[in-house]
């Protein structure tokens, strides 16, 4: 069963830097999309950006030009990597593949 599990979440100032990490573990991770969601406080689940197995890639407004997703099919991992970070970049950030959910990691923008 595929199962995805992001890591990386921290305090990081305005400005900073961050990478994810969503290693999958079961499934055909070569095969599948992977997507990062955020969920900032108060509000509802969004979507951030997107890589398929050909490596296309999608991007939210919000976040091009700062962002950007990257895989690694011999670690079975997918990576975001976020620069200038805003305070409006404060969520939980979650993993997903095939309809599968991980448990989210925190990324708190703060001056």
């Known amino acids: 069963q595929v199962q995805p599990v992001e890591s990386g979440g921290d305090l990081v100032q305005i400005g900073g830097s961050l990478t994810l990490s969503c290693v999958v573990s079961?499934?055909?991770?070569?095969?599948?999309?992977i997507d990062w969601y955020r969920q900032p406080p108060g509000k509802q689940r969004e979507f951030v950006a997107k890589?398929?197995?050909?490596?296309?890639?999608r991007y939210a407004d919000s976040v091009k030009g700062r962002f950007t997703i990257s895989r690694d099919n011999a670690k079975n991992t997918a990576y975001l990597q976020m620069t200038n970070l805003k305070r409006e970049d404060t969520a939980v950030y979650y993993c997903?593949?095939?309809?599968?959910w991980g448990q989210g990691t925190r990324v708190t923008v703060s001056s």
């Open positions: 997903n593949t095939t309809d599968v």
């Open positions: 079961g499934g055909m991770f070569p095969i599948d999309t």
């Open positions: 890589i398929t197995p050909t490596e296309f890639t």
